[in-house]
């Protein structure tokens, strides 16, 4: 509320009494709020937006029969491509992560397939449900929320099939959950040391972008992405790239859903085919700002920048973790997803924290996901870090500095030097 | 290109020589545009994005776990509702119209299914193609594409199947192409007659919000819809309402894939299965603007308003055919749609008006679709009218006199008195 | 207002008694609004703003000690001159068109010196008036408000003038009140007959990127233009343009204030002394993008296209004057303004129809401005169009026409074939 | 440069060779640049836009003669002057800080007058050159660059005024390019014992809506302030406040210019007397969105924000001091600005500071302003944090652990625990 006219004599006669010789101090009741300035969402997806990105949504709509709109979404494709590193096929889909986790298994899982899935987190178990969904059969190898998979043990139940029923291997490349990351290149080649015809399909919705990744090199045969994430484009839009031997196995389906075929999107005929359908203008418009401005930068600088922000967090994590409940939830370094950062601190904390950095900082942390356990039901002992897409220096200090400020206000142990330890990794890089 | 210096100086002594006394005018070969300003997209769908909308997208992203995007969630379902004419069940999903139109047929229709399609345009077959994507067995009755259909006869193929063999009748109540409007209430009545359990599924993309109509009184099980037309959101979400009958339906359904599955959808226990997955976060807040819009303006009066400039377009429409080739596609008012308005001249002037129009006036007029003969392969001789969601006086009389312009300029023979015509329709209103 | 539960049951019953068979009609009491839909603002500025200007101007705050805003700013001035049709000096104030009467006189008259004002509506008497609020003596031939500056008469005035006393003849090349447009060319050479030393300074505020103007070819000295009319760019940037003459007039003025001396703006040492002080940041991302826009355009084409689209609105004003009391204000083609037409059309009849467009339609006219008279002291028989800066062929079309409908709609006299008469000028153009 | 299609087949052939299983790092020579991402304007204005702010003004141009503009308009002044402390009258106009400098004493100063400035900064400077821009007399007491006035010192030389040829005292609030704050009461008090009738007229522009200003409370006559500070609007808006012995004077002046008179500004017939012509429409609209928030938060909400956030920053910088050559500006904290603060750092490390942090982690401070010796003519030694308007404890916290960073990366000596001291700041409040 505004000054009264009253309050405004009140202070004029205190002034008149004592003029603000001595540093002035609030002493009454109401509530500040540290929070009114740029706030800073730090959840792991969806990411912050470029402004280049919403000011290019901010348009009239485009004819969608003729004109720019066209000639602008045939200059996607190779992009999109590009940041796969695939020279092959990419189909886009309005839609969301769980879209395309149903839009690629429906290209080339059939009912009463099997399907492999190697867990390192939730969003395994999830993609898993959408291909029971489907009518698959679903073998799961747990792998726990710590660790990542281990290429051996996927071998191991590829060669027990040896009448070649599994028709996928699903794997997760990060799982946002538990920000595990794993190697696919490691996981191709021990699929491939089996001699199994399974598909490779991995989805890569928390990490393109952010982690280097190079479909054809690493030897995918199906990536899905999504545009909400390393991106920074708003939910809405998602990919599933696919190379010729998944397009020979979509070929031998019985039946793909119109909506869902990825064949006449990948090869239209008429501009409408590209997304079965009205094409989503403005998610067009903002991928097309978004992928000038990776381009621009360099897609290995981008990784880069990517692999420098996530060392300073983990160099913080590290120094907090020296003392007190905060752990990083993925302990080797080399497992550790460059986007997003999954850590443990006990349930009497993670939400306070959670709440404090959002409400007297202006920073707001990703809950924990996929981790209850019988005594925390509610994940209340986790959270997270998103660190991917349009993230920079200042940013990733200020969301540092705002957690320190959080555990000293809520006297949660910690290690000390945590800032010092994030600042000492970029100002060497 | 700008002025030039030796240009000045030209200039300088052309007025020296004869000051500005005479009209000015031009000679040189300079091409002038006179397409230079708000550029005006009569196109049916994407319709005209209020600032309203296109300002609440253009905004940071918001968390998707707590706090205001969750509670603004909530209350678009009951307006949804209001506008849709239903006491029943929406769910919402991020996709176009193709979406919707797979979504709706995956919650009802198994494999083997029969579906009953009175075609009134492209879009009826469009939808059923769909059907048939999903393994359903689609009987289909031809009205054509210059008429609606006569729900007796929809009646006698109803009442031909003794077995109940099919699952659903599939009505398209605007069809784009055509612009015919079908008449619901009444095909309702006609399959009532029979006593044949069919579900009623409706198509309502290119009507809702231009053209009356109510969901539960006129007896629609599942009507769809989406963002781009009356609720003048941008292209990328989508809907489908469905009442107790189409979700007992769906309860007996072998099987309904994870992302299609509406029952979560409209009756989810945790946020994010309202979108089966990330949120389509800044349609929301676009929809949510639009629906203050519309809820604002009353939507009776929404219906009014597209009623009176639809009328007024169709009274320039007859006023132009008095003479010369162009015509209305649907002869009686009855049956025509107040949102889009189909228009037949003839091969050799329907590109050719449509091209003037957008590169001489700044208006871009709809293509014809599914309109294609033998003798206009190319649908030349068609073009189509957008009228739907941000639609006003000026827009509407501004649309109509860059046509006569365009019938003008190109010598096009028609009728006189047409934008009078149109004028005395909104000056009665 | 929603529709509530009542209704939708009330409907129910309705339609179950006499379903939607013939065409449906609004009877009740609700209030329709017509002009529901992207309105259009047709006054003689603000113009209407292109959305890339208003993209331009949706950004963070620039440094404005350092980097791009700086040299963007630079890039400005020679766009500006080429627009003005100068190589000679501009100054940028933060301020709208009275800012810059001040401003140019600040610079060139001291208190007691004497100016004339050959006036020709409201706006050569604002000037004036800024003139004596600097204590300057100014001396008025008034051409009343139906025609243009004779340059005789101004040669005679300044002939009488053996002392030189005149500084300055403070020409208005459109007066925005009257839409007369002054021949500055001539009133150069009438000044030049005469051997008088006085300046020449205009105000182009209404005309600039409208009108053709050529200020070193028609011998300006001082001209003055704002960026709320032909520029597109929202109010609160203003220019003052100044040849050597002008400049040496400055040189030996006994004192100029710092905000309004134009020396340090134009021949600036330091970034900051171009506005005297803090840069108007945005506006000059408005600027830049509208004179990439004008510049793109060509100037002679967007002269050529104000040209045409003025002649097709006088068509159409020839064509309703034929009957009833609409009337230019200016009768002879050759004087009038191509960037607003002020218009005569009684006073029952002015605010009326006014209120009408606005209220009805969706399209807001200018009111009348300084033409009262005894009989009408508040101008409300008369009201103008502003078609300056982003307007195009459907804009005016879509003008004109709600003002046909306006007219039928009010039962106002008026000749017949006025949208025919412009779309005539508009497709032969 | 997006990925070459050789270098995804180099990084196959190295991938199949020694798979990703190792922490990944870059050799290469590409430059990664850590600032690709949301930037952080940190300067002493303009400072950071809120979003909201952004959003009202990226609309299409008003009526300016009729409708919500005018009504809008009228319900700023309030406002302002709540903010302002004051009852009495404010002028708004179209202008930067420099545009009300000379618009206050062009209402109160006549040519010859004298007024009396004591500075402390460049921007007293500054103001003075104003003054006697408009042919005042000026008296300076320079009370150097890193100390407060002295209201005693002013008092002499009143006192010594015994013709109270003296008519106004001119007080910097704060000085932008110091730091230092003023105590304004404190100088009314000292002015008051004297009895001499000058006026006091207080430049807030760098305080207003950050330190606690009450204008009639602590008995200043003119007050003036600009949009771009404190108020979160981009620059071209400022305002003059000014009482009833200012009107006073005001009323005896032989005359006042046009542009310049506040007194219909203050209190006009018509609209257009708000901004003595066209109304800065979309710096209204910002204007209102900005005054909505200060006002929702509450204006002693707001100052006690400023405070919190100020004290966290001098925390930082005191830990800082401990060691090293880093200096607050202002010694002494009851006399430092809680919107802006100067620091020292020596010639060879500020200029090198500023860049880093610029180019190395996103964010930009100020540069120093009015600090040049003969050893530094560029004030190379100096910089300045901008703390005012939007602005929240994770912003400050992301400043000063980027100014951290850059110290480490930089090498310079400096004390430690700088973070942890501002995060105790913020933490306690």
């Known amino acids: 509320m505004p000054i009264q006219s009253a309050s405004v004599e009140q202070v004029a006669i205190d002034v008149a009494q004592k003029p603000d010789r001595v540093p002035w101090r609030f002493t009454g009741a109401a509530i500040m709020k540290l929070t009114q300035g740029q706030t800073y969402l730090a959840i792991p997806g969806p990411s912050v937006m470029p402004e280049a990105v919403l000011r290019a949504m901010h348009r009239a709509a485009p004819n969608i029969y003729e004109g720019e709109l066209i000639e602008m979404t045939h200059g996607l494709l190779p992009d999109l491509k590009k940041i796969a590193g695939t020279r092959h096929d990419v189909a886009i889909y309005i839609g969301n992560g769980h879209a395309v986790w149903e839009a690629s298994l429906a290209n080339v899982i059939a009912e009463g397939d099997r399907v492999l899935m190697p867990a390192t987190g939730a969003f395994g178990h999830g993609w898993r449900e959408v291909a029971a969904g489907l009518g698959a059969e679903c073998e799961v190898i747990d792998f726990g929320r710590r660790c990542p998979m281990d290429p051996a043990k996927v071998a191991e139940a590829l060669a027990a099939d040896k009448s070649h029923s599994i028709k996928a291997v699903l794997a997760v490349h990060v799982d946002t959950s538990t920000s595990v990351r794993n190697d696919i290149a490691a996981l191709r080649a021990a699929i491939d040391a089996t001699g199994h015809p399974a598909l490779l399909m991995v989805d890569c919705i928390a990490s393109l972008g952010c982690d280097r ?13 999504a545009s909400q994430k ?36 990948a090869n239209p005929e008429a501009y409408y085919q590209l997304f079965c359908g009205t094409a989503p203008t403005h998610h067009l418009y903002g991928l097309r700002a978004s992928l000038d401005m990776i381009l621009d930068e360099g897609l290995e600088q981008v990784w880069q920048r990517h692999d420098v922000l996530a060392r300073a967090i983990w160099a913080a994590c590290d120094a907090w973790s020296a003392e007190g409940p905060l752990e990083l939830n993925i302990a080797d370094e080399a497992h550790r997803s460059r986007a997003v950062t999954s850590l443990r601190i006990g349930k009497e904390h993670g939400t306070r924290l959670r709440r404090w950095c959002q409400d007297q900082a202006g920073v707001t942390l990703g809950i924990g996901l996929g981790m209850a356990t019988e005594d925390d039901p509610q994940s209340d002992g986790f959270f997270r870090f998103g660190h991917m897409g349009h993230v920079n220096a200042q940013m990733i200090m200020g969301l540092l500095a705002s957690v320190q400020t959080g555990l000293i206000a809520l006297d949660i142990p910690h290690g000390s030097g945590a800032i010092d330890a994030a600042a000492r990794v970029i100002a060497e890089a």
């Open 213 to 225: 990744f190079e479909m054809d090199a690493w030897g995918a045969d199906v990536m899905i992405a």
């Open 230 to 265: 390393g991106l920074m484009v708003p939910p809405g839009m998602a990919f599933v790239f696919f190379n010729e031997k998944a397009a020979a196995r979509r070929a031998e389906m019985p039946r793909v859903s119109r909506y869902w075929d990825w064949a006449p999107r």
